[in-house]
């Protein structure tokens, strides 16, 4: 797969890998657990001071909009990104020490790379490190480095992901194409680079953990990274320790072996016991038991009937994903209280495919809402929400690129004009879900209804629920340069007439 011009050799070395997003709700239960009260959704909007000392934090609900004032022997500022924010709370005289830092990732199908080897260069053309990786059943690749302002929701410009495909063309095959209808997610994640305000030189970037502590008792914690995150959680304690005069009931840190929730009965044989107990596929199995540990049972639990002879259980909430709907209940007592936490932040939907994601907004919600009593109005207003948040994970670039150059030929377009006319039998010039239906069944194939909607929702860029000539003609070109890799609607055109000049497989935005 790698271009054999210019290929002299390689070297291989091991690294770890995980899911982020569930080491860290695992280390919030973990907390819980061992008595730690948490709260979801909650920012802080005052730091509470007593005889000059921080001693607790005025907090805002941000679902609810309710606000309390929680106080503390010692206050800890462990907020990534947003560090300075709370800094200067604390004083208004603060200098920043956070250099926020954008790095763009995209996800591309997994024939990318293979399952368990990547590729890392760290001298591109103009300097920053390039990767892709096998992740999660699909390939990461990434990444960009550029200074930008601290946002909740940062996303990928165009030009970011662009860069990103380009550099990965130089190293494969020229029989591989890289085509930018592959990405099939793509978003922006915020570096909290740091500079020691301990040190003499300020303005140097320190690449480790940083701790600071005021002459006011707020404990800041910055900069570091997941590989030494027990090492900076220790630091910060005996920190918190010191500055506060705290007796803690051991006199040393406990951290190293410490199991968190769903360690204690893992195994890698765990999943063929969810499956001979409860009837799962294999591949929902692996993914419950790699995600939630001897927490899967508890999930497996919550299952639904399918129907079906085999699985017994386990509705997935889209079919090309091992995600299933128990596991939005379940989420639920992890905390989440809305739809974009499940989509991003219990699974990893959202970072996959963002297709995907959109497609499963509606039975999420359902789900919460009936867990959570969700009104119907409130449950319109998640999936809207969630649709918003979408567009950071590359649908809005999605759209953007619809609206490539249409460069056909006379002929090809007068090719193209004769298949829309075969599949608008009205002929009004506008191609309907009945029309569809027709076309379908007349090559032996039957579709719901919402699939023929979501069929033509896919090019149906004005929206009025029909696809007309210049939308066919839009996609034709998509198609044809790359900009989309693969459309349910363009498969059909293609078997329905193999007179349409455009031959692309793969699957993406």
């Not at 239960?29 to 000059?52: D, F, P, S």
């Not at 009104?375 to 999936?383: G, I, L, Y």
């Not at 590359?394 to 007068?414: D, Q, S, T």
Request: proline share 4%; aromatic share 6%.
């Amino acid at each position: 797969m790698l271009k054999k011009e210019r290929l002299v050799g390689a070297i291989v070395y091991y690294d770890g890998q995980h899911n982020d997003s569930r080491m860290n709700i695992a280390l919030a239960l973990t907390a819980a657990r061992e008595g730690a009260a948490l709260a979801n959704h909650v920012e802080v909007t005052e730091l509470v001071k007593e005889n000059g000392r921080v001693s607790g934090a005025r907090m805002r609900d941000r679902l609810t909009g309710r606000e309390w004032i929680a106080k503390a022997k010692c206050v800890v500022n462990a907020t990534g990104p947003f560090t300075d924010s709370i800094r200067l709370m604390d004083r208004g005289d603060a200098k920043k020490i956070c250099q926020p830092s954008a790095g763009v990732h995209v996800v591309l199908p997994d024939y990318y790379s293979p399952d368990s080897m990547g590729l890392l260069d760290p001298t591109t053309s103009d300097g920053r490190v390039i990767f892709f990786l096998p992740w999660q059943g699909k390939t990461i690749a990434g990444t960009t480095d550029g200074p930008m302002e601290v946002t909740d929701r940062p996303h990928p410009s165009e030009a970011e992901i662009a860069f990103i495909l380009d550099e990965i063309k130089h190293y494969l095959d020229p029989g591989v194409e890289v085509r930018r209808g592959d990405v099939l997610s793509a978003w922006s994640g915020i570096r909290p680079l740091i500079s020691d305000p301990n040190s003499k030189n300020t303005q140097s970037i320190s690449r480790n953990h940083v701790i600071e502590v005021s002459n006011t008792g707020l404990v800041t914690i910055a900069g570091g990274k997941w590989t030494t995150y027990r090492s900076m959680a220790e630091d910060t304690v005996n920190a918190a320790v010191k500055s506060a005069n705290l007796k803690p009931a051991k006199e040393t840190s406990q951290t190293v072996g410490f199991k968190l929730v769903g360690a204690d009965g893992y195994h890698n044989l765990l999943f063929i016991r969810l499956v001979q107990d409860f009837g799962l596929e294999v591949e929902v199995a692996k993914h419950l038991a790699s995600t939630y540990g001897d927490k899967a049972a508890e999930v497996a639990k919550l299952a639904a009937l399918t129907g079906h002879r085999w699985p017994v259980v386990g509705r997935r909430l889209v079919e090309e994903f091992p995600y299933i709907e128990a596991e939005v209940a379940y989420s639920v007592k992890e905390y989440a209280g809305t739809v974009i936490d499940v989509l991003a932040r219990r699974t990893r939907l959202a970072f996959l495919n963002v297709q995907a994601a959109d497609e499963a907004i509606p039975r999420i919600a359902e789900i919460m809402g009936k867990e959570l009593g969700w009104s119907m109005e409130r449950q319109k207003r998640e999936v809207e929400e969630a649709k918003v948040f979408l567009q950071g994970m590359g649908y809005a670039v999605r759209r953007e690129i619809r609206n490539v150059p249409i460069n056909f030929k006379l002929e090809e377009i007068n090719r193209l004009r004769e298949v829309f006319c075969k599949v608008d039998i009205n002929g009004d010039g506008h191609i309907t879900t009945l029309e569809l239906r027709k076309v379908l069944e007349s090559m032996g194939d039957k579709v719901e209804e919402k699939q023929l909607r979501d069929l033509i929702a896919e090019v149906d860029i004005n929206k009025n629920g029909s696809i007309e000539f210049d939308e066919f003609l839009q996609l034709m070109s998509c198609l044809k340069t790359g900009a989309i890799a693969n459309s349910r609607l363009g498969v059909i055109i293609k078997n329905f007439s193999k007179k349409i000049p455009v031959d692309r497989s793969g699957g993406g935005l």
